[in-house]
């Protein structure tokens, strides 16, 4: 059972659509996030979010959107995609208490490319 | 949360003990000392945490200086399977959102 997973894996799109990547976990935890590991593999934090409050890194564009239908899920909505954008998202997850007793847990990420 | 510093990359021979250092010496006082790993192509893996007393797992031990401004991950027999990028994190036990920040991290490569 995958714990924390991204789909799709491989997204290949053009400047200016609008995609979405999926995610889920099944652990159980009350907080999940989305990281952008870029070219030169910095990992950056995107948005943390838990059924209470959403914090959004200030360094992120607004065409970046995280959409929660509920507790399991996680979803990034990026509007206008730039050839910048492109890296690898990775999704995360951790229990109450901001992963302090046992860490997170990490998806295996969703290579985005824009052409 | 406070800085780290780590060396940016180490070699260490198979079966032997790989010992990456991290340097935090601005950490306050109720900041954790994380570590996480990144294997090629996939998603970043806990390894363990720390506050003052060292700490061991299945995984690797966590020594922490007694003045916790430096800190040293072990893993006891490196196999080739642990070459990885680690990632040394100083986090405190609240912040905005519980984010994690990851630095630039030590790349091990384990050879033969």
């Known amino acids: 059972d995958t714990a924390v997973s991204q789909t799709p894996k491989y997204l290949v799109t053009q400047m200016g659509n609008d995609k979405s990547i999926k995610c889920e976990q099944n652990?159980?935890?009350?907080?999940m996030y989305w990281y952008k590991q870029d070219s030169k593999k910095f990992l950056k934090i995107m948005f943390s979010y838990n059924n209470k409050e959403l914090i959004i890194n200030e360094t992120v564009p607004n065409r970046f959107s995280p959409k929660s239908p509920d507790k399991a899920h996680l979803n990034l909505h990026i509007n206008s995609l730039e050839l910048g954008d492109s890296a690898v998202y990775f999704c995360?997850?951790?229990?109450?208490?901001?992963?302090?007793?046992?860490?997170?847990?990490f998806g295996s990420g969703t290579r985005l490319t824009v052409v | 949360d406070a800085k780290t510093t780590q060396p940016p990359s180490m070699d260490c021979a198979e079966g032997r003990a790989a010992n990456l250092p991290c340097n935090h010496s601005?950490?306050?006082?109720?900041?954790?000392v994380y570590w996480y790993r990144q294997i090629h192509s996939q998603g970043p893996q806990y390894i363990i945490h720390?506050?003052?007393n060292n700490e061991t797992n299945e995984m690797a031990s966590l020594i922490i200086t007694e003045d916790r401004k430096s800190s040293t991950l072990i893993l006891p027999h490196a196999t080739l399977r642990d070459t990885a990028v680690y990632y040394c994190?100083?986090?405190?036990?609240?912040?905005?959102?519980?984010?994690?920040?990851f630095g630039g991290g030590t790349r091990l490569m384990v050879k033969p």
């Open positions: 601005t950490i306050s006082g109720n900041e954790y």
């Open positions: 652990l159980g935890h009350d907080t």
């Open positions: 994190i100083v986090r405190a036990k609240r912040n905005a959102g519980n984010m994690l920040t």
């Open positions: 995360a997850s951790s229990q109450a208490g901001g992963g302090l007793n046992y860490g997170y847990t």
């Open positions: 720390g506050l003052k």
